[in-house]
């Protein structure tokens, strides 16, 4: 399947920004090219913040990039798990200036089942 893009969130924001659109088109060709895959949708915020409060908007996140791919692509929500990292899984350890790398939803192929 190769590579699924990721999207990427403004700071305590949970909307899916249109310049991600084309990535999202990308993530729902995949899945509708694979109509027996299931994807497991995952939220990360960036480490500013509390444990609860990131872990809420992780799933808030996750779940906004799902109602764009159920909605607008008409990709069917049952092949689709959300979940939260909230803080615990930064692609970028290092302070202020890569923390948008942080602030993302990432795609993955659940492959619980799969031959």
Do not use: C
């Amino acid at each position: 399947i190769g590579f699924l893009p990721s999207v990427f969130f403004d700071l305590n924001k949970s909307n899916v920004k249109t310049v991600y659109n084309d990535r999202l088109l990308t993530i729902a060709r995949v899945m509708k090219a694979n109509p027996d895959l299931k994807f497991t949708i995952v939220g990360s915020t960036d480490q500013t913040g509390g444990n609860e409060m990131n872990q809420k908007l992780g799933m808030a996140r996750a779940e906004a990039v799902k109602a764009h791919l159920i909605k607008v692509y008409g990709i069917d929500g049952s092949r689709l798990t959300t979940q939260s990292v909230g803080k615990t899984a930064p692609f970028a350890k290092t302070a202020k200036p890569t923390d948008y790398l942080n602030r993302r939803v990432d795609i993955l192929v659940d492959m619980d089942g799969q031959k």
